[in-house]
Nanobody, 115 residues
Framework: VQLQASGGGLVQAGVSLRLSCAAS????????MRWYRQAPGKQRELVAT???????NVADSVKARFTISRDHAKDTMYLQMASLKPEDTAVYYC??????????WGQGTQVTVSS
């Protein structure tokens, strides 16, 4: 499975942004997909999870502002981010966990929120 993240950029605080993660290859092996982020000098943190069978989970810190979704027809996962804050600045990574074997990772997309 290959993952290609996109949609990041430099934005002002308060705006919305949508990240995309396009998956290709053996999509049928994916159990769930996740968005992680890593801010400068900080550990990578889990932002949101979406299961192939249905169901989502979003970190409490961003639950009121972020939404995860997946378009199976396009084999693409999204992270809709609203009311962005400077503390959301990070590299955002998409991840896919297969039913068996190691996880797959995308290359990351930079989100920079200016105040």
């Amino acid at each position: 499975v290959q993952l290609q993240a996109s949609g990041g950029g430099l934005v002002q605080a308060g705006v919305s942004l949508r990240l995309s993660c396009a998956a290709s290859g053996s999509i049928y092996t994916i159990n769930l997909m996740r968005w992680y982020r890593q801010a400068p000098g900080k550990q990578r943190e889990l932002v949101a999870t979406i299961w192939t069978a249905g169901g989502t989970n979003v970190a409490d810190s961003v639950k009121a502002r972020f939404t995860i979704s997946r378009d199976h027809a396009k084999d693409t996962m999204y992270l809709q981010m609203a009311s962005l804050k400077p503390e959301d600045t990070a590299v955002y990574y998409c991840n896919a966990k297969p039913y068996m074997g190691p996880d797959y990772w995308g290359q990351g997309t930079q989100v920079t929120v200016s105040s």
